[in-house]
């Protein structure tokens, strides 16, 4: 028996897993966190999983590694290294394993540059190492888990729309579906413009939140937002839907704006762009941005426009790719490993 359970152990533990997850843009925002450690949000959010824009991460634990090996995007870097081990200690914590992992992550989109990569990245992570680890968590524990490494990383792993509780203590703070994929036919145009590398982490960002003298008046109406747009979603309202969309993230901006020292994510072509979609608006076409921290725009509008609304901003030179995007379901496990 003894023999067999060893056996067993060995199987489970000396195993490669792979997943998928979707980046995700929230719709009702988090600026700013209670607990840095924990990481917990000022306030709950709103978001879509996102279909074009994905992080695969494979990871392995064996006893043929020294010591844990990190590829993201075909580079070792050592800073994100040290993030991507911290999380792997506290999968290993879980686990009761000492073992050294491998991990390789691909993205298909930038990094780095407001499109909430560390979201996509930090869910895949998450789940590829538990169950290399052998660990059975239900996706509220995957939630709490994968928000530790990187706090929207929790919304990119229930399915569709998704809310973020902000809760007050590590085990309330999580993420659910509030309505899947396909509740609603609209799209998500992921704009890209040009524009170098972010100089100010969105993690440096949320530490400065509190400096902006708006950014209490901010916390009192959130909840409020938070009501109202989940009835917009309900009732499948897309024009009040946009225009709270846009308002908010303009909001937040102007949050960054006014911290002390302030934050400008944006580049000319942002607003260049933001100029064009609301002139789409005035010639009759229904389509909204919103912006993360970032210089790039997401652009919402119903799927019945997206031909005429596309077409559009192909003519505007600021745009360098446009990224076709329908609200997603979450995390997958899949077989396609990357080593």
């Not at 966190?33 to 695969?56: F, M, Q, W, Y």
């Not at 050592?78 to 691909?106: F, G, N, P, Q, Y």
């Not at 509780?165 to 992921?190: E, M, N």
């Not at 997206?306 to 003519?315: A, D, H």
Request: aromatic share 8%; proline share 3%.
């Amino acid at each position: 028996m003894l023999i067999i359970m060893r056996k067993e152990l060995k199987l489970r533990i000396n195993m490669k897993a792979t997943a998928a997850a979707p980046s995700n843009i929230a719709f009702i925002k988090y600026w700013g966190k209670k607990d840095e450690k924990l990481r917990l949000p000022a306030n709950s959010s709103i978001s879509v999983n996102l279909s074009g824009l994905k992080t695969t991460t494979t990871v392995k634990f064996s006893k043929e590694y020294k010591q844990d090996k990190v590829q993201i995007n075909g580079q070792v870097n050592k800073k994100e290294s040290i993030r991507v081990v911290e999380h792997l200690d506290r999968i290993r914590k879980l686990a009761k394993i000492e073992l050294k992992a491998k991990v390789v992550s691909v993205n298909n989109f930038p990094k780095s540059s407001g499109l909430a990569s560390s979201a996509s990245g930090f869910a895949a992570l998450t789940v590829a190492a538990t169950s290399a680890a052998g660990l059975k968590l239900s996706e509220k524990q995957l939630t709490i888990l994968a928000r530790l490494g990187s706090g929207s990383a929790c919304r990119s792993i229930p399915d569709g729309f998704v809310e973020w509780i902000a809760g007050k203590t590590h085990q309330s703070s999580f993420a659910r579906s509030i309505y899947p994929a396909k509740y609603w036919d609209i799209s998500i145009l992921v704009a890209l413009v040009e524009g170098e590398k972010k100089k100010v982490s969105t993690t440096s960002g949320h530490k400065l939140a509190r400096t902006s003298p708006f950014f209490g008046t901010r916390l009192k109406n959130i909840n409020r937002k938070i009501s109202l747009i989940k009835h917009l979603i309900k009732e499948k309202k897309f024009r009040e839907f946009g225009q709270l969309v846009e308002n908010e993230s303009l909001e937040m901006h102007a949050i960054m704006l006014t911290s002390t020292p302030s934050l400008i994510y944006w580049q000319p072509a942002t607003v260049a762009v933001m100029r064009h979609v609301r002139d789409l608006r005035h010639q009759g076409l229904p389509v909204y941005f919103t912006i993360d921290a970032g210089p790039h725009l997401f652009l919402i509008c119903q799927n019945s426009d997206l031909t005429s609304i596309t077409e559009r901003l192909k003519t505007g030179r600021f745009i360098k790719k446009i990224i076709l995007n329908r609200p997603a379901r979450g995390i997958i496990l899949t077989s396609n490993h990357l080593f």
